[in-house]
């Protein structure tokens, strides 16, 4: 695998959905690190990671909790107690790109949760609605905001990181939607199915065997 590895310019790790695929990236990154004496061709080494490695951030000023974050503000950033593994991820990510810029470049893209051009995260609520459920359900109040973005959007990050190589080693990729979770279930409701939603526990729902604990994680 390796040696088909050190062929390609770009290589694109995404441990934003499957956390198994976190070791791979690492040793990926790391095998192409000790050998950079030998690549004659600069590499380019994108992380997709998750919004998740964010998630306990504490606001930049407690008085004014809507001041929002940037991407020089990545080092102040707090993961959710399960992402504590992608978060070494992307500070192993940013360390290593940092010994020998002009044979790699490596950057972290931190994705809101990905929609459009079949579903993971929100595949529960879309397959529910299609099955003629007489209500979705929603996880908790339903009001705290999630983060999204199109999978074509992040794919147009993506590609535009490997042309430009930004300056910019760490960036957030979400959209400006800022809807709530009920918002979200809401809208599914109405186009797929009665347009009913009902609030359950989130002790119910992490009873939902269709729900991973990773995609309940991402939702709240």
């Not at 790699?104 to 929609?115: D, E, N, Q, R």
């Not at 009873?207 to 991973?212: A, D, R, V, Y």
Request: glycine share 4%; net charge negative; charged share 30%.
């Amino acid at each position: 695998m390796f040696e088909h590895l050190i062929e390609c310019d770009v290589i694109v790790y995404d441990i934003s959905v499957d956390p198994d695929q976190i070791d791979e990236a690492i040793w990926a990154l790391t095998e192409i690190h000790s050998e950079l004496e030998k690549i004659e061709t600069p590499k380019i080494f994108i992380l997709v990671s998750s919004v998740m490695t964010w998630a306990k951030s504490k606001p930049l000023d407690p008085e004014d909790p809507e001041i929002p974050f940037t991407e020089e503000d990545y080092r102040r950033r707090k993961p959710h107690p399960n992402f504590k593994e992608h978060i070494n991820a992307e500070k192993q990510v940013i360390k290593l790109g940092k010994t020998n810029k002009s044979k790699l470049a490596t950057y972290v893209v931190a994705s809101g949760l990905t929609y459009g051009a079949g579903e993971n995260l929100f595949h529960y609520f879309l397959k529910t609605a299609w099955h003629n459920a007489p209500e979705l359900k929603v996880f908790g109040n339903g009001q705290n905001i999630i983060p999204t973005i199109h999978i074509k959007d992040l794919a147009a990050v993506i590609q535009n990181i490997a042309d430009g190589r930004p300056k910019t080693r760490y960036i957030v990729a979400v959209d400006d939607s800022k809807n709530t979770l009920e918002e979200i279930v809401k809208v599914v409701s109405q186009k797929l199915s009665t347009g009913k939603i009902k609030s359950v526990t989130k002790e119910e729902a992490l009873l939902i065997k269709e729900i991973k604990q990773n995609e309940f994680d991402h939702l709240m």
